[in-house]
């Protein structure tokens, strides 16, 4: 069953909506599987944001902030990390700076 923001992103009157849809569905499956808890907690939150975007919680100002708070959280947190690690978490910042802040706040 598909989740409430991919029904919301399908019914955005856009013809990249499938493709974002599809490319966001990747990039928080890959979020939420990732061995560092930090990247797995991002993509949660990610979705959880969306959901609400989604069934009206919030609006897209707020849901703007709290995507560009984990584009910056992942960001400092990326420091820390071992290489490996990095480039999973430029992997999230560079999707939520794509697909979201460029791709999905555009359409909404």
């Known amino acids: 069953m598909a989740a409430d ?3 919301f992103v399908s019914n955005l009157k856009d013809g990249a909506a499938g493709l974002l849809k599809t490319e966001l ?3 928080i499956t890959n979020a939420k599987g990732d ?3 930090f990247i797995k907690r991002q993509g949660e939150k990610l979705e959880l944001y969306l959901n609400q975007l989604a069934n009206g919680q919030i ?3 707020q849901f703007q902030g709290y995507v560009c708070d984990i584009r910056d959280l992942t960001e400092m947190h990326a420091l820390k ?3 490996a690690g990095k480039a999973s978490a430029q992997r999230l910042v560079d999707g939520v700076i794509k697909l ?3 791709g999905l ?3 909404v």
């Open 105 to 107: 706040i555009a359409m």
């Open 25 to 27: 569905s990747g990039l």
């Open 59 to 61: 609006t897209k100002e």
């Open 35 to 37: 061995s560092d808890a």
């Open 5 to 7: 923001w991919e029904d």
């Open 100 to 102: 979201v802040i460029n």
């Open 81 to 83: 990390m071992s290489v």
